[in-house]
């Protein structure tokens, strides 16, 4: 079998039923149970994926960005997210087809 081959054996589909089927033991005696949840933060960790596009900005606005600071895409990026959170979500654009 080569080594990017990632159909499944016989063997391996077996050992995946087995895993299906075992319990799994929950009692770590060291694991401190959490109760209090009050200091917890919603988002803490969460990353959006980030997509790379080509988008025409107007010089002097992306120069007002640049002179904002270094991080100037992601002072950007923060601009058309506090847009999108105050509008409305858009309606689909409808395609007409021409005669």
């Not at 159909?7 to 929950?26: F, S, V, Y």
């Amino acid at each position: 079998m080569k080594p990017d081959d990632t159909t499944l054996t016989e063997m391996m589909m077996k050992e995946l039923k087995a895993l299906k089927k075992r319990k799994i033991d929950l009692s770590d005696e060291e694991a401190p149970e959490i109760t209090a949840w009050d200091k917890a933060v919603v988002g803490k960790f969460y990353r959006p994926v980030k997509k790379q596009i080509t988008v025409r900005i107007d010089a002097d606005v992306l120069e007002w960005f640049r002179h904002a600071t270094k991080k100037y895409q992601t002072l950007i990026n923060l601009a058309c997210r506090e847009y999108m959170m105050t509008h409305d979500k858009p309606r689909k654009r409808v395609k007409h087809k021409h005669p």
